[in-house]
C-alpha cells in the first residue's frame, strides 16, 4: 500500500541558510502535518493543512512557513536555519480532519542537520 | 490542555517476557487514543487505537484498553520478541470544534528485547 513520502531522506544544512521540505500523503488524503522531533524528544506539531487551507497551528517558528498545493502534497520551508532546528521532520497524512476512525499516518521523515 | 505521560524507560525484556508501558492522560474532552511505535531510523507507525472507553485496540500481540475511569490506556503484550525492540509512543487526539486533528505525544519509552 503506498504510504506517504517524505523527501530529502536527509539535509544538510549551514546557519541562516533555508530549507525545503516536501510530503506527499497518501492517495485521497487531503490532510497533512508537519511535526518536528528532536533528539531523544517526542513530536511536536507544527502546523496542518486541510484542503488546502491552514487548518491548525501549533509550536512553529515564525522563520518556517508551510503550504499545501492543489495535488494535496505539502512544503514545509524553513529559513534563517539554527542550530537548534537540527531534528527529524515528520509528515503524517489523514482522510478529513473530524473521522476519529482515520488516524494519522506518517512518513519516515527527513533528517535535517544545521551545522 | 491536553497531556500524556509515559512510563519511563528504557525498559530491556528478556524474549518472551510480558511486556506493559504504562500511559495516563489529560484531556478536556473525549479523545482518542494511540500506540504508535518508531523503529530505528524509521518514522512513526501506527500500532493500535482506540476511540471510545472501554475499547481495545489490538495489534501484532500488543493490546491496549481505553480507561476512562483512570485516564490510563496502558500497553501490553504477553510475550516479547527480539523484533520488538523499538520506541513506543502513547498518544491521544481530540477534535477542538473547527480544528484539525493533531496528535498529543507521550515522551517516549524505549524498549530492548535481548535474545
Known amino acids: 500500500a503506498a504510504g506517504v513520502i517524505q523527501s530529502p531522506r536527509h539535509l544538510i544544512k549551514e546557519k541562516r541558510e533555508t530549507a525545503t521540505l516536501k510530503c506527499y500523503p497518501i492517495?485521497?488524503?487531503?490532510?497533512v502535518y508537519w511535526y518536528q522531533q528532536g533528539p531523544g524528544q517526542d513530536p511536536q506539531f507544527l502546523i496542518s493543512?486541510?484542503?488546502?487551507?491552514?487548518?491548525d497551528k501549533g509550536s512553529i517558528p515564525d522563520r518556517f512557513s508551510a503550504q499545501q498545493f492543489s495535488d494535496y502534497h505539502s512544503e514545509l520551508n524553513m529559513s534563517s536555519l539554527e542550530l537548534g532546528d537540527s531534528a527529524l521532520y515528520f509528515c503524517?497524512?489523514?482522510?478529513?480532519?473530524?473521522?476519529?476512525?482515520?488516524?494519522?499516518?506518517f512518513g519516515n521523515g527527513t533528517r535535517l542537520t544545521v551545522t | 490542555g491536553n497531556s500524556v505521560t509515559q512510563m519511563e524507560g528504557p525498559v530491556t525484556l528478556s524474549e518472551e517476557a510480558f511486556l506493559t508501558i504504562n500511559c495516563t492522560y489529560t484531556?478536556?474532552?473525549?479523545?482518542?487514543l494511540f500506540w504508535y511505535v518508531q523503529y530505528p531510523g524509521e518514522g512513526l507507525q501506527l500500532l493500535l487505537k482506540a476511540t471510545k472507553a472501554d475499547d481495545k485496540g489490538s495489534n501484532k500481540g500488543f493490546e491496549a484498553t481505553y480507561r476512562k475511569e483512570t485516564t490510563s490506556f496502558h500497553l501490553e503484550k504477553g510475550s516479547v520478541q527480539v523484533s520488538d525492540s523499538a520506541v513506543y509512543f502513547c498518544?491521544?487526539?481530540?477534535?477542538?470544534?473547527?480544528?484539525?486533528?493533531?496528535?498529543?505525544f507521550g515522551s517516549g519509552t524505549q524498549l530492548t528485547v535481548l535474545p
Open positions: 503524517a497524512s489523514s482522510r478529513g480532519t473530524g473521522a476519529k476512525n482515520s488516524p494519522l499516518h
Open positions: 492517495p485521497r488524503h487531503d490532510t
Open positions: 493543512f486541510y484542503e488546502k487551507m491552514q487548518s
Open positions: 484531556a478536556t474532552g473525549y479523545p482518542s
Open positions: 498518544a491521544l487526539s481530540e477534535i477542538p470544534s473547527g480544528s484539525a486533528r493533531q496528535l498529543t
